[in-house]
């Protein structure tokens, strides 16, 4: 069982940056794939950045890169130059021994989300 704690979010201006955490429970959390994911209010989830167990990582957004610390169990989704179309929770997922996939159904555990608002 693993359990993630997503924390950073917050209110910013367009323009903006932010920094994403999320805090894996467990003992093999460099086993995981770890990814983040976003969901807007009527709109679909959708994949923002992915990071394998081995470090490969994988962005949609040139403008958001994922990075992990297996030594402090976290994943950080560090969002620049930030835009109101931004705005959504998101959430991290993990896969364990995962390559960091597009696909949220690969994706065993979810944190509950923290919410990014960007205003204009």
């Known amino acids: 069982q693993v359990t993630l704690v997503e924390s950073g979010g917050g209110l910013v201006q367009a323009g903006g940056s932010l920094r994403l955490s999320c805090v894996a429970s467990?003992?093999?959390?460099?086993?995981?794939?770890m990814a983040w994911f976003r969901q807007a209010p009527g709109k679909e989830r959708e994949f923002v950045a992915g990071?394998?167990?081995?470090g490969g990582s994988d962005s949609v957004k040139g403008r958001f890169t994922v990075s992990r610390d297996n030594a402090k169990n976290t994943v950080y989704l560090q969002m620049n130059s930030l835009k109101p179309e931004d705005t959504a929770v998101y959430l991290c997922?993990?896969?364990?021994?995962?390559?960091?996939?597009?696909?949220?159904?690969?994706?065993?555990?979810w944190g509950q989300g923290t919410q990014v608002t960007v205003s204009s």
């Open positions: 467990g003992r093999t959390f460099s086993s995981y794939a």
């Open positions: 997922a993990a896969d364990l021994g995962g390559s960091g996939s597009r696909s949220q159904y690969l994706y065993r555990y």
């Open positions: 990071i394998s167990w081995s």
